[in-house]
């Protein structure tokens, strides 16, 4: 069975409707996708193999995600530091950042520099809306990630890789390969690319959402907010 994955297009969409007609407000999705986002990394990576996670946070949604996971993750018991070159003026990406500063989790300016001193990294830079070409100053950032043997954790895609056909074929990215992918609400066409551990986090869609975008909501556990997929999208 082949894993049935959303567009960008479609994933546009469906953000769109969840809310309206869904009647979920952006800060609630965005909780909820950092929160199984923070259950993926403390599921590959335990506080036994190291507390220090560095989030590499972008100016959209996907870096509010991170936040999101970096706050979680610091109420878990990890020492997350940010990342986040480009913060926007929006009120919601000044009170995710505030609750982390109230959290004494430190924001760093080099992001080298502290990649030396991480034990995880979580990539939250650019998500399922990512086109063209990357812009300063995350091309040393990717590449960065791309040649650590820090283990990475990419939320809903790598960063710079195309939604449909995955890693560039040459320049910033080309050569970047997280460990570890969390699609959230359901995979994009760019899995296909992908030969990591896959989760599908988003705990939140409705079986006539889902029906309606033709996709599967997958069988979660107990309180878990992610699922571990193989390669068919069948569960691990």
């Known amino acids: 069975m082949a894993l ?6 479609a994933a546009a969409a469906l953000d769109k409707e969840l809310m309206s007609t869904g009647a979920f407000s952006i800060d609630q999705l965005m909780e909820l ?9 403390s599921r590959v990576h335990p506080l036994s193999k190291g507390r220090r996670i560095l989030v590499a946070v972008g100016p959209g949604n996907n870096g509010g995600d991170g936040l999101v996971a970096a706050r979680h993750l610091r109420h878990y018991g990890y020492q997350p530091a940010v990342y986040y070159p480009k913060r926007p003026k929006n009120d919601l990406y000044q009170r995710l950042a505030k609750q982390l500063e109230d959290l004494d989790v430190p924001f760093v300016d080099d992001f080298p520099a502290a990649l030396q001193s991480a034990d995880h990294v979580i990539d939250a830079i ?11 100053p995350f091309p040393a950032v990717i590449q960065a990630m791309a040649e650590t043997q ?13 939604i449909e056909e995955g890693p560039p074929k040459s320049g ?25 551990r896959h989760f599908i986090g988003g705990r939140f869609v409705t079986p006539a959402i889902a029906k309606k975008y033709d996709f599967e909501v997958p069988a ?17």
């Open 220 to 236: 979660y556990e107990g309180i878990d907010q992610i699922v571990e997929v193989g390669p068919d999208g069948l569960k691990l």
């Open 33 to 41: 996708a950092g929160l199984s986002v923070s259950q993926a990394v």
């Open 126 to 136: 650019f998500g399922f809306s990512f086109s063209g070409e990357v812009r300063e």
């Open 150 to 162: 820090v283990p990475v954790t990419s939320v809903d895609a790598p960063s710079s890789w195309d």
């Open 172 to 196: 910033v990215g080309s050569n970047f390969h997280p460990a570890v992918l969390v699609s959230l609400t359901a995979p994009k066409p760019l899995v296909k690319h992908f030969r990591g």
């Open 4 to 9: 049935k994955t959303l567009s960008a297009k």
